[in-house]
């Protein structure tokens, strides 16, 4: 079983950088993917970002390329999400979300934190 607790999200204006955090528990964070998902109102849950166990590979959705970057510490059980860049289409709940150990099926989910980016 693996429990996810976000924090970090808030009320920013366009323009402004936010960082995510997840605290993962458990012994098997390094064997996992980490992802980070957003869900607006009246929208699909969509994938932002996610990271492999070892931290090489790194896969982002094409509307947040070069704005944001996901990056975890092994050590701290920590997979972080750096916002750069804030639009107002960024606003949504972002959630934090662990894999299988086996596959790259997501399946454990956080409680979400609120992100909203005023114009």
């Known amino acids: 079983q693996v429990q996810l607790v976000e924090s970090g999200g808030g009320l920013v204006q366009a323009g402004d950088s936010l960082r995510l955090s997840c605290a993962a528990s458990?012994?098997?964070?390094?064997?996992?993917?980490m992802g980070w998902f957003r869900q607006a109102p009246g929208k699909d849950r969509e994938l932002v970002g996610e990271?492999?166990?070892?931290?090489?590979?790194?896969n982002y959705a094409d509307s947040v390329k070069g704005r944001f970057a996901i990056s975890r510490d092994n050590a701290e059980n920590t997979v972080y999400l750096q916002m750069n860049s804030l639009k107002p289409e960024d606003t949504a709940v972002y959630y934090c979300?662990?894999?299988?150990?086996?596959?790259?099926?997501?399946?454990?989910w956080g409680q979400g934190t609120q992100v909203t980016v005023s114009s």
């Open positions: 979300a662990a894999s299988t150990v086996e596959t790259r099926t997501y399946q454990y």
């Open positions: 990271v492999s166990g070892s931290g090489v590979y790194r």
């Open positions: 458990g012994r098997t964070f390094s064997s996992r993917f």
